[in-house]
């Protein structure tokens, strides 16, 4: 009786050593993990940094004023004036869409009827 | 423990039957435990001596291994720390009040060499000489063949330059990282912005340090690791700031202005929106100051802050206002501004030694005379004319948060006569920042009370303490509502935004005393929408000659007013203030209920 318990105790110490030994090892593979993920982060936001320093760069109220300028056939952008303020009022209505065109006789009936 | 008796029989009696003393066995046997008992104690006092030596040793040991483990290892931060991201050493960032980027840090690399590493002297100093044109080969040459170990080339280089120095591949040429503060809105706001440079340098690092502007005066905040993910909030808006430089800018070429500021204040928040100072400079490359010629013409200086000027009639709206506010006049009471006038032996004139008559209070401010608005100034008196002005925040330097706010301290009169008095109420004898009239006026409208200017962000109105009423305000607006109606300011009037304002054209003095007779430092101070008004608007321009007539016209509501005008014409819209239609009918009534 005494042995077993002897040889028991024994299994369960060894057992325990390597259940530590192999979380030992897991917690090192996931802290140097969680060191590269930190670099990665770490670069990720100098990048960040970057992109949102050119960002606030092209989008300089100089260059975009300038832009605005070398494109204004095509854009025709002007500051904006007080005359521009309006109220959702006075917007209009999109016309209504039209019928689908089923057949010819009945397109120019709707004609007739109109006029 | 046996207990060996004292005085046992078996060694007693044979004692008498000898003759001797049992009292003699009885001390030997007390002497010999005694004798046992010392024995014992000794034997455990020296135990625990052990004991406690063995403790102390061992404690001991233990710190003096720790520390000499600390002593001689690597330096590590800790592996399993949660955050690590969070803290960054970076400066923060500045942005507006939109979360735009107004200041930023970028990586880059500054160059150095060591001579006694280099391969070829000659070529690296060739090499240089052609990546870097405004360095000269002979002197590199010089430096690299001579007994220095170490020197900087340059200390921020740009990823193309960085890799020509890399091709010519000379061991001796080093980079080190390097924080640089970027500006990439350039020149915008640049006197708010100030500038950053290096302080202390490292090979592998620097530290960026402000050297002004808010970069300077914020310093601790944006240098504290603690801040790197959370921006400094200004209260400028981008697209305002840049939209107000471009009317200035054009405005002071137009008048023929040397230089320009403005001031946009919010009226409750004392929030300044954006504020002009020309001519500027390039925060990126900050010039050096100016060691020759006047520092008022140099770019740095801070026209709205530092520049103080006596700003002339547009004084005379607060004589008006404390005149109501005490109850001394209506803005319909009749004051006679004809001449001659004299205080303390010196003659009050008129602009063009013009004769008004019998005027209003009303169209003092109108007409904008100098004999109205003294003798209110005469009836108010001194002393409750200093301590108006003062509430008022004109008898200290600015609170704004840049570092050259401090420098914008006002000139007073060294002795408040009479005759001070007078001129004060015409804003001569006194000179202020553009800043402080805009916090001035912002106390005009917003009702009365004092409202400090600020840089930064504010969540809601910051009213300070009262300094006139309600109804001298609303007075005191009325009657700058009749300057641009019907009054010196008649180019001011932006359809939609019924502007208010006073105009003021105060001669330059002259260095040595004396005033400029061609001179003039021209400002137009206005709040929109003058019936209830959202921002304050200060344009001073320095110098300006409006040359389209045949004589040159140098008063401010022929140069400073229509560059306002052109302004609050281009901001209002973009600070969403929508066209109203002014509320004439209530303004009437309130007139003639008042008479």
Known sequence: MRNVLFVLTTMAVIGLAFWAYRENYATQEVLSEVETLHRDIGAAHARLAVLKAEWAYLNRPDRLRDLAEINFDRLGLLPLRPEQFGYVDEVAYPAPALPPVTDAVEVQGTLEVTE | ?595
Do not use: C
């Open chain 2, 1 to 595: 423990m046996t207990r060996t008796p004292l005085r046992p029989l078996a060694r007693i009696l044979p004692a008498r039957d000898a003759g001797e003393s049992p009292a003699a066995i009885e001390r030997e046997n007390l002497r010999v435990r005694h004798e046992e008992m010392r024995d014992r104690a000794r034997t455990r006092a020296e135990g625990r001596l052990l004991v406690l030596g063995v403790f102390f040793f061992a404690a001991f040991l233990t710190v003096g291994v720790r520390m000499g483990m600390l002593a001689t290892s690597e330096p590590m931060e800790p592996r399993a720390s949660a955050q690590g991201a969070a803290i960054s050493a970076a400066r923060a960032d500045i942005v507006d009040r939109k979360g735009r980027l107004l200041a930023t840090n970028f990586e880059t690399h500054a160059l150095y060499a060591q001579p006694p590493l280099m391969v070829d002297p000659a070529a690296a100093a060739k090499g240089l000489a052609a990546i870097f044109p405004d360095l000269k080969e002979d002197a590199l040459l010089r430096d690299f063949t001579g007994k220095r170990k170490f020197l900087w080339i340059r200390r921020k280089i740009s990823p193309e330059q960085m890799q020509a120095v890399h091709e010519i591949g000379d061991p001796g040429l080093l980079f080190g990282p390097r924080e640089m503060r970027l500006y990439p809105n350039g020149s915008l706001a640049a006197h708010v912005m100030g500038g950053a440079s290096f302080g202390k340098e490292g090979v592998s690092a620097a530290e960026v340090i402000g050297v002004a502007g808010v970069e300077k005066y914020f310093d601790d905040y944006l240098r504290d690791p603690a801040n790197g993910q959370r921006p400094l909030t200004l209260s400028l808006d981008l697209t305002v700031q840049a939209a107000a430089e471009q009317v200035l800018y054009g405005g002071m070429k137009l008048m023929n202005a040397k230089g320009a500021t403005s001031v946009l204040m919010d009226v409750h928040t004392g929030e300044i929106v954006s504020v002009v100072s020309l001519p500027d400079f390039d925060p990126n490359n900050r010039p050096r100051p100016a060691t020759s010629g006047d520092q008022g013409d140099s770019p740095l200086f801070n026209r709205s802050v530092q520049g103080v000027y006596e700003l002339g009639s547009t004084f005379k709206i607060f004589a008006a206002a404390q005149a109501v506010d005490l109850g001394l006049v209506s803005p319909s009471t009749i004051i006679d501004t004809s001449g001659p006038m004299k205080v303390g032996g010196f003659r009050i004139g008129e602009f063009r030694n013009k004769n008004y008559g019998k005027l209003s209070v009303a169209d003092i401010i109108v007409q904008s005379s100098n004999r109205g608005t003294g003798r209110m100034a005469l009836q108010i008196g001194a002393e409750r004319q200093q301590e108006f002005l003062k509430s008022m925040g004109f008898f200290d330097a600015t609170p704004f948060e840049i570092v050259e706010a401090r420098t914008g301290k006002p000139l007073l009169p060294k002795r408040w006569t009479e005759l001070s008095a007078v001129t004060v109420s015409y804003g001569h004898g006194l000179s202020s920042s553009p800043m402080h009239l805009a916090a001035g006026y912002a106390t005009i409208a917003n009702g009365g009370h004092m409202v400090a200017p600020t840089i930064l962000k504010q969540n809601g109105p910051r009213l300070g303490p009262r300094v006139m009423s309600e109804n001298a305000a609303r007075a005191a607006r009325d009657m700058l509502r009749k300057v641009v109606t019907s009054g010196t300011a008649s180019m001011g009037e932006v359809p939609g935004y019924a502007v208010g304002g006073k105009t003021g054209t105060a001669d330059k003095p002259r260095a040595r005393g004396g005033y400029y007779d061609d001179k003039v430092i021209a400002t137009f101070a206005t709040m929109f929408p003058a019936h209830d008004p959202k921002y304050v608007l200060v344009v001073t321009l320095d110098e300006p000659v409006e040359t389209s007539g045949d004589k040159p016209r140098r008063t401010a509501g022929w140069t400073a007013v229509p560059v306002a005008a052109e302004m609050i014409g281009r901001i209002a819209p973009l600070l969403g203030l929508r066209p109203t239609v002014e509320p004439k009918a209530l303004a009437d009534i309130t007139l003639t209920s008042s008479n």
